[in-house]
């Protein structure tokens, strides 16, 4: 093999080896001797440096030379960017070893543990009252959240099934149909009420995920906060869609 020198400070390579099935792409020093090559591949691969041998291919993929010297330079080698460098590990691990993430041993520490740190985000979040943490917060969340239900609830309660009703929803234009559901819902917090419009400028066929409320045709029913709904004579109108 003939040696010889190139002045260009780095390489770009890329790393493939006997222990896994991808490659990476990186640039190293070709002031790095073979020894510290290794070193640095491990990082890489999860080989040991002591049990690594090395094979250098060139763009083409054609086998150049083995980098066997430890003590030569990388540069020394006839390396450019493009070539591959594939690691053959001697450890005995198997292929795929390094990948398997199943085989890892998790770290896991109890409730009680963690919450006796001092240097944790529960810690952190505990002394600067942030968060869950902050009971002043906490307590006027949970009454606006209560005081939204009860006005909610009041709404709801002077809107009755059966009803004729008008919807007004921001950005869309009113819509006319039946009231044919009022309550609590699964699928969002607060009280909702269901509506059976006269075409179908609806979302559902009256059910949400998998969920049935009320029946209806598919895209005449839809959901609404009771305030965007008002009760009263509303005749029907013929938007003309269903001859569309």
């Known amino acids: 093999m003939e040696v010889t020198g190139l ?64 003590d030569a330079l990388l540069g020394s080698y006839p390396v450019d960017d493009g070539c591959r460098i594939h690691v053959i590990d001697h450890s005995g691990a198997s292929l795929g070893e390094y990948e398997d993430v199943s085989k890892v041993e ?24 942030l968060g869950r943490y902050n009971e002043e917060e906490r307590a006027q969340q949970e009454a606006e959240t209560t ?41 969002k917090p607060g009280y909702w009420i269901g509506v059976r419009f006269d075409e179908p400028l609806g979302k559902n066929d009256g059910s949400v995920n998998g969920k049935r409320y009320f029946e209806c045709q598919a895209k005449y029913g839809a959901f609404f906060k009771p305030s965007a709904v008002t009760v009263g004579d509303f005749p029907e109108e013929d938007y003309g869609l269903d001859e569309m």
């Open 7 to 70: 002045s260009a400070p780095t390489v770009t390579v890329f790393i493939s080896s006997s222990l896994n099935s991808f490659r990476s792409e990186k640039r190293y020093s070709r002031s790095l001797t073979i020894a510290e090559f290794k070193c640095k591949l491990e990082l890489v691969v999860g080989s040991p440096a002591s049990c690594m041998e090395l094979e250098l291919y060139g763009a083409d993929e054609k086998f150049c030379s083995k980098l066997d010297q430890e």
């Open 147 to 187: 005081q939204r239900l009860t006005e909610e609830k009041a709404q709801a309660s002077a809107i009755l099934v059966g009803s004729r009703c008008e919807v007004r929803a921001p950005g869309q234009p009113p819509r006319r149909g039946t009231v044919m559901y009022v309550g609590l819902t699964d699928f």
């Open 106 to 129: 998790k770290y896991s520490i109890s409730q009680e543990a963690y919450d006796q740190r001092q240097d944790s985000v529960r810690s952190f979040l505990k002394r600067s009252k």
